[in-house]
């Protein structure tokens, strides 16, 4: 049973327009998330993270929200660039646990 | 260069032919893994380590081996491959904190074909 869902595996946006990436997870014992990016031949690199212990963090132009009670995150770029075409992760995990559950990505494609 | 270090990037070979990726780490980390990435499934846990001499089981651990003897390096043994281990394969790996594994540092990835 997947723990950690993304439900779009694709999304398109025009460049300058918000990108809004979504993640829901099952696991209420999960207290922190990460978001991936990975581009085609390389290894996924790290992006933003978030403790539950927040319901927002800010970095640039990447934003994550994490609501609890829905067990929901969203990752928002903006303004989105092209090179921002990717596929992305959502990630969790537990406090105690030794593993990083990753959900199954969406891929991004910004248009100039 | 902080990196992680897969070997080798490409392979082909073929079935029941034993095999090691080799992966390392120059950040003195206790945590690493072994992911593979398949077309639909996203990255799925193969194994990882807590620190040395200690492994455990991810999700789909059917098929492989590791070993941990040295903190810095992580190989992903395949005993007598299949061609549905056909897949990328990324070895990670972290600083364990507070918030578990934290963030993972990933290798560029190792392609294998296995006919």
């Known amino acids: 049973d997947q723990q950690v869902k993304q439900n779009s595996p694709s999304l398109s946006v025009q460049e300058g327009r918000i990108s809004i990436l979504n993640c829901d997870y099952t696991?209420?014992?999960?207290?922190?998330f990460l978001w991936y990016k990975k581009y085609p031949a390389e290894g996924p690199t790290f992006l933003i993270s978030?403790?539950?212990?927040?319901d927002k963090n800010e970095d640039g132009r990447f934003t994550v929200f994490l609501n609890k009670s829905a067990k929901h995150l969203s990752l928002h770029i903006v303004p989105s660039q092209p090179g921002d075409s990717a596929v992305y992760f959502c990630a969790a995990s537990g406090g105690s646990q030794g593993n990083l559950i990753f959900g199954k990505g969406t891929k991004l494609s910004v248009k100039p | 260069e902080a990196q992680v270090t897969q070997n080798p990037r490409y392979l082909i070979t073929v079935t029941g032919k034993k095999l090691t990726v080799t992966c390392s780490q120059n950040m003195n980390h206790e945590y690493m893994s072994w992911y593979r990435q398949d077309p639909g499934l996203g990255l799925r846990q193969i194994y990882y380590s807590m620190n040395v001499e200690v492994t455990d089981k991810g999700d789909v651990p059917e098929g492989y081996k590791v070993s941990r003897k040295e903190k810095r390096n992580f190989p992903l043994i395949l005993e007598s491959p299949s061609p549905n281990q056909t897949s990328l394969y990324f070895c990670?790996?972290?600083?364990?904190?507070?918030?578990?594994?934290?963030?993972?540092?990933f290798g560029e990835g190792s392609r294998l074909t296995v006919l």
């Open positions: 978030i403790s539950s212990i927040k």
């Open positions: 696991n209420s014992m999960f207290d922190y």
């Open positions: 990670a790996s972290s600083r364990l904190g507070a918030t578990g594994t934290g963030e993972l540092f």
